[in-house]
């Protein structure tokens, strides 16, 4: 039903916009600028937080209260640019360059292997001045690539042969990649994301099972010769029970849980936390929520919900009024893996899911995370506006 309703945008937007071409009339044309002003009021809100959050813990690494801060605000202000820039180009031109979008994705996913490894894990691109992770390249991918496969396949989304077949390779491909790095979140948000796409695009429900079992298959052995299973099941013990090893690895999420509940309804203040000091490792990073609730307590838990919420509200009006399937299904992929994203940290941080080292979008402290999620919001602005005509 989702995908007739997609399908039938480009007849509306097309009817609606022939008056004005035959009057001879300029068309102008609007991105949504409540979708642009909930974007900036967390960005602002997740800069604020990431200072309050870092000072103490930058000063003491780093001997500079303002060495995070500083870099998210260049990485910012660059993802900014982007978004302005991307958001004035029509958004068809990736349909076009989907698949290269896709290549590159792979070709970076394959670098990370000659990289030395931090924490244990080769997820990152080593620039001397900063690291670039390309499991941020490949969620934009998968979204741009199943947007067009979606398009494609979309009068034939409920046979397997069209709504499960095309998208196995490409998705099995990013997938076995990013777990042997291993990357447990990036692992879950790709698929999660594809999946939902997938479904939304028309793939019938009882498909997934059968393409599940394939991948599940494929998946199993990739990881078998590697320690995939081993990092996923030590997190999910710690997550069961972190006072297994508490002044170790379960004594992120013990701090965690101290933070939030030292926090109460109204919070310590803004800058009053005292966890942040050397108490949650890298408070700046994937546990940033946790130093919110305690500095501004259940109220500010709750206004950072809803603000995520009325984005991912809007990302989705947006995708419903696309004037074609590709910039429907684009939007949305967007919009859906913003709100996982939010969704699945929050969990993480407040104890309800095993830490999988998902960071709160806008908030957390990652330069190739921001200016990739920024980019993309560009886009989804771009999307919104090729869908707004209007006679000038």
Sequence with gaps: MVTKRLSLLPQMAK?????????????????????????????????????????????????NSFY????????AAVGLAAMAVLSFVDYHLL????????????VLLLVVFAMPPLNNARRWILLGFTTFQPSEVAKFAIIVLF????????????????????????????VGLVVLEPHVSGTILILLIAMSMMLIGGTKL????????????ALGVAVMFFDFFDYAKSRIDMWLNPWLDPSDEGFQIIQSLLAIGSGGFGGAGLGN???????????QNDFIFAIVCEELGFIGAVLIVILFALLVWRGMVISMRA?????????????????????FNIAVVTGLFPNTGISLPFFSYGGSSLMMLLAEMGVVLSVSRYSSVEKE
């Design 273 to 283: 936390s005292k966890q942040k000091y050397m108490y949650i490792p890298e408070p």
């Design 323 to 343: 004037k074609d399937t590709f910039g429907g299904m684009l939007a949305m992929g967007i919009t859906i893996q913003v709100g996982i994203q939010a969704m």
């Design 15 to 63: 009817s609606r916009n022939r008056p004005a071409k035959e009057q001879g009339t300029k068309v102008k044309r609007h991105m949504d600028l409540l979708f642009l002003l909930i974007l900036l009021v967390l960005l602002g809100f997740g800069l604020t937080m990431l200072f309050s959050a870092s000072y103490a813990y930058s000063f003491y690494w780093e001997g």
């Design 206 to 217: 009882s498909f997934f099972g059968i393409g599940g079992g394939l991948m599940g298959a």
């Design 68 to 75: 995070y801060i500083t870099r998210q605000l260049i990485y």
């Design 147 to 174: 947007a067009r496969l979606i398009e494609q396949n979309r009068d034939r989304m409920n046979t397997f042969r069209g709504g499960v077949v095309p998208f196995l390779l490409p998705l099995g491909l990013v």
């Design 95 to 106: 349909k076009r360059f989907a698949f290269l979008i896709y290549l590159v994705a792979i």
